[in-house]
């Protein structure tokens, strides 16, 4: 069975930095691209970025190009997205996601984790 | 980047009634690379429809998808009570994925 576990919620503060996790299960995770997805809060889904764990082949959306980083460490069957510096507009769920058709069409997902960025 | 228009934003049915979703991309979308995903109150989205017409694995037929180049449509038929919920349209064409604004299908 095809699983991706994510990290629990997050409350942080501004200027923070953080690393939120995503274990997969169930499935090769070098073959298969994974995927971050931001939902604001009450507001619909936003594509962040992939990665290949294979071989770390890494895409990010313009807008958020240099604000995140997307990372896979294929030992643990874990990705990753991390901040340096979290700003408010952080705050958002965050989904992972398998990624079929180089990475940008998402077939399994973890169950989200929160992110709140308040001081 | 390819802009997806979902439509309406609100459908009011009632159980057993067929609901219609629209999807309008800004430019035509390639080899109809689009996908619809479902999406209920505290849950993750989950994968209905890729191709625009292909159900994914597990998802009753009543769920159906059809459209190509910059018009799509997810049609659900006989509505079940466990199918109101969010839906998004997404496509995956081109190197920017993006998804549509949604639908929301709530119980008349």
């Known amino acids: 069975e095809v699983q991706l576990v994510q990290s629990g919620a997050e409350v942080k503060q501004p200027g923070q930095s953080l690393k939120i996790s995503c274990e997969v299960s169930?499935?090769?995770?070098?073959?298969?691209?994974i995927a971050w997805v931001r939902q604001m809060p009450g507001k619909g889904l936003e594509w962040v970025g992939t990665i290949y764990p294979g071989d770390s082949d890494t895409r990010y959306s313009p807008s958020f190009q240099g604000q995140v980083t997307i990372s896979a460490d294929k030992s643990i069957s874990t990705a990753s997205l991390q901040w340096s510096s979290l700003k408010a507009s952080d705050t958002a769920l965050y989904y992972c996601?398998?990624?079929?058709?180089?990475?940008?069409?998402?077939?399994?997902w973890g169950q989200g984790t929160l992110v709140t960025v308040s001081s | 980047e390819i802009v997806l228009t979902q439509s309406p934003g609100t459908l009011s049915l009632s159980p057993g009634e067929s609901a219609t979703l629209s999807c309008r991309a800004s430019?035509?979308?390639?080899?109809?690379?689009l996908a619809w995903y479902q999406q209920k109150p505290g849950q993750a989205p989950r994968l209905l429809i890729y191709g625009a017409s292909t159900r994914a694995t597990g998802i009753p037929d009543r769920f159906s998808g059809s459209g190509s180049g910059t018009d799509f449509t997810l049609t659900v038929s006989r509505l079940e009570p466990e199918d109101f919920a969010d839906y998004y349209c997404?496509?995956?064409?081109?190197?920017?994925?993006?998804f549509g604004g949604g639908t929301k299908v709530e119980i008349k």
């Open positions: 430019q035509t979308v390639s080899i109809s690379y």
């Open positions: 997404q496509q995956y064409g081109s190197s920017l994925p993006t």
């Open positions: 169930g499935y090769s995770f070098s073959t298969y691209w």
């Open positions: 996601a398998r990624g079929l058709n180089s990475g940008r069409l998402f077939d399994y």
